[in-house]
């Protein structure tokens, strides 16, 4: 079993800046891409971003050039850096994580707790 806690989030006026973390702990286990969800009220979760192990990423176009998402692999942690924040980023944002449990043998998917970031106008 795989826990992902989750840090970071708050209110921020738009423009401003947050930073998200997303720690993942249990044993026998290896991740494969950690990313960031999020979930808007009414609306589908939708990816925000996502980080392979080796480094690769893929943003949704609404937050390229302004969101980055970054690994500690040593850590087991990921981490979404925003800036440039707009009202419609606001939302409850998931951190999300594809793992392969030595003991299950298969890959397992996992979610963080969630976190709320609401941006105002």
């Known amino acids: 079993q795989v826990q992902l806690v989750q840090s970071g989030g708050g209110l921020v006026q738009a423009g401003g800046s947050l930073r998200l973390s997303c720690a993942a702990s249990?044993?026998?286990?290896?991740?494969?891409?950690m990313g960031w969800y999020r979930q808007a009220p009414g609306k589908q979760r939708e990816l925000v971003a996502r980080?392979?192990?080796?480094?690769?990423?893929n943003y949704a176009d609404s937050v390229k050039g302004r969101f980055t998402i970054s690994r500690d692999n040593a850590k087991n942690t990921v981490y979404l850096q925003m800036n440039s924040l707009k009202p419609e980023d606001t939302a409850v944002y998931y951190c999300n994580a594809l793992c392969f449990s030595y003991t299950a043998s298969r890959f397992q998917q996992y979610w963080g707790q969630g976190t709320q970031v609401t941006v105002s106008s």
């Open positions: 249990g044993i026998n286990f290896s991740i494969n891409t």
């Open positions: 980080i392979t192990s080796d480094g690769s990423t």
